[in-house]
C-alpha cells in the first residue's frame, strides 16, 4: 500500500489543523494505522494509533485530549485532527501502516510499521 500524507502548513499557537493520509494499492481496512512526528535533530516519536475498523485508538500524552485521530475506510483516508496546537507540535508529521490479522489492533511502535507516507510539515508558531 502507498500513503500520501497532506494537510500541514503553519499555524498559530491556540489554532487548528486536519492531517489526512490517502492510501492506495490495498484494502485500507485491513490496516492499522498511526501518525509518528519528527523535529529536527528529535528523534521519531508516536503521536496517535488507529485500528483497522477503527474502533481502538491511542494517543501519545503528549496530545491526549487536543488531537484525534480518526478514519474512514470507504474513502482510504486516515485523519489526525489537531486542536490547540502548541510551539512544540511543530513537526513533521507521518503517516504509516501495517496489515494486521485483525481489524481490531493497532500498534504504537514505529519498527511494527512497513509503510510509511513522505510526511507532511507542521508549523506552530508563538
Known amino acids: 500500500v502507498q500513503l500520501q500524507a497532506s494537510g500541514g502548513g503553519l499555524v498559530q499557537a491556540g489554532g487548528s489543523l486536519r492531517l489526512s493520509c490517502t492510501a492506495s494499492?490495498?484494502?485500507?481496512?485491513?490496516?492499522?494505522a498511526a501518525w509518528f512526528r519528527q523535529a529536527p535533530g528529535q528523534v521519531r516519536e508516536f503521536v496517535a494509533a488507529?485500528?483497522?475498523?477503527?474502533?481502538?485508538?491511542s494517543y501519545a500524552d503528549s496530545v491526549k485530549g487536543r488531537f484525534t485521530i480518526s478514519r474512514d475506510n470507504a474513502k482510504n483516508t486516515m485523519y489526525l485532527q489537531m486542536n490547540s496546537l502548541k510551539v512544540e507540535d511543530t513537526s513533521v508529521y507521518y503517516c504509516?501502516?501495517?496489515?494486521?490479522?485483525?481489524?481490531?489492533?493497532?500498534?504504537?511502535?514505529?519498527?511494527?510499521?512497513?509503510?510509511w507516507g513522505q510526511g507532511t510539515q507542521v508549523t506552530v508558531s508563538s
Open positions: 504509516a501502516a501495517v496489515r494486521t490479522l485483525s481489524d481490531k489492533y493497532y500498534w504504537t511502535q514505529d519498527h511494527k510499521f512497513d509503510y
Open positions: 494499492g490495498g484494502t485500507f481496512g485491513a490496516y492499522a
Open positions: 488507529i485500528s483497522g475498523s477503527g474502533r481502538s485508538t
